[in-house]
């Protein structure tokens, strides 16, 4: 699956890659489908043309460059997209998620050609070690996990405290599970379609809100932490509302809508952006082999129900 330079999305022919000496060859088992890839025509500053995409990617490795050690043909392994780093200044400070070099501009299926094929070649440095024990469907979430975890642990010590999470898709409710295995008290989610608030039970939230018709509720409810996943003015415009004064949003979902600053002023909020991660892919490895999270999200598709499930644009799909 092709980004072509016309900025298209379309799939072509592509010979089997020949990795670097320091490179892996990984034959793709199961790659996730980003919402941010649904919009990569019109991001040009993070999508580039002329690649395969594909950034949640899950596989085996094929082939093992001569220069690589650590890593045997054979073994399972997921791939951080972002995981080609430097020695710039922020890794050597530890903020590897602002390594411009391994996220905007050679990071796997947004610069560089990523796993909706059969096969990618990819650096060593973005490999995790896949246990045998976790699922096959499981292991295909552990890129957008390590997203939502590093987002739930911005907003800090949820403790006994009240969680509001708006934006219903897969992000949002892996945002509810982990806002829950870190001891929050209420775990609430606010959603206007209701294929996806349907999911609301497995997910662990005790109320789902229409903001279409909940808005005054929302409203009241005084919540000591957001976590904003839909990137919408709406919604953001509800998480700001429903703050305690003192309280945190974290910004998690992509898009042009501005935060309203007499709000954030007057009620002296914390904001903060989650973008992609640091090194969280090793404790959410552990929390979906079964020492935590759940497995894979129970309400949302799993293996045999790939192809047919199309409320969520987001699901696991053979790549091949």
């Known amino acids: 699956m092709m980004l072509r330079t016309d900025r298209s999305i379309g799939l072509e022919r592509r010979p089997v890659p020949t990795p670097r000496d320091d490179q892996v060859l990984v034959d793709i088992d199961l790659c996730g489908i980003c919402g941010s890839d649904l919009h990569a025509p019109q991001t040009p500053e993070v999508y580039l043309d002329g690649f395969i ?40 400070s530890g ?16 610069q560089a050609d990523g796993a909706l094929a059969a096969q990618v070649a990819v650096s060593p440095k973005t490999l995790h070690a896949v246990p045998d024990e976790m699922g096959r469907v499981e292991s295909a979430w552990v890129e957008p996990a390590a997203t939502e975890l590093r987002a739930v642990l911005l907003a800090g010590d ?16 892996l945002c509810c599970r982990l806002a829950r295995h870190f001891g929050a008290r209420r775990v609430w989610l606010s959603e206007p379609s209701p294929e996806r608030r349907r999911h609301a039970e497995v997910s662990q939230i005790d109320r789902i809100f229409d903001p279409s018709l909940d808005g005054a509720e929302l409203e009241g409810l005084n919540a000591a932490a957001v976590l904003e ?28 809508a501005g935060l309203d600053p007499l709000t954030i002023l007057v009620k002296e909020l914390h904001v903060l952006g989650s973008f992609t991660y640091v090194d969280e892919f090793t404790e959410v490895i552990s929390l979906l082999t079964g020492s935590g999270l759940p497995h894979c999200p129970s309400g949302w598709p799993r293996q045999g129900h790939l192809r047919s499930r199309s409320s969520c644009s987001e699901q696991v799909r053979r790549s091949r």
Do not use: F, Y
Request: charged share 15%; hydrophobic share 35%; with cysteine.
């Open 53 to 92: 995409m594909g950034h949640e990617p899950v596989g085996r490795i094929a082939r093992v460059g001569c220069d690589v050690t650590g890593w045997h043909v054979g073994q399972r392994v997921c791939i951080n997209p972002n995981g080609d780093t430097c020695v710039c200044e922020a890794c050597r």
């Open 95 to 110: 903020r590897l998620s602002h390594c411009i070099p391994a996220s905007l501009e050679r990071a796997v299926g947004l």
């Open 158 to 173: 949820l403790t006994g405290r009240s969680v509001l999470v708006v934006g219903g898709g897969p992000i949002a409710q």
């Open 229 to 256: 996943c839909s990137g919408s003015e709406p919604g953001i415009r509800g998480a700001l509302a429903a703050l305690m004064p003192e309280g945190t949003i974290v910004v998690v979902g992509g898009g042009r």
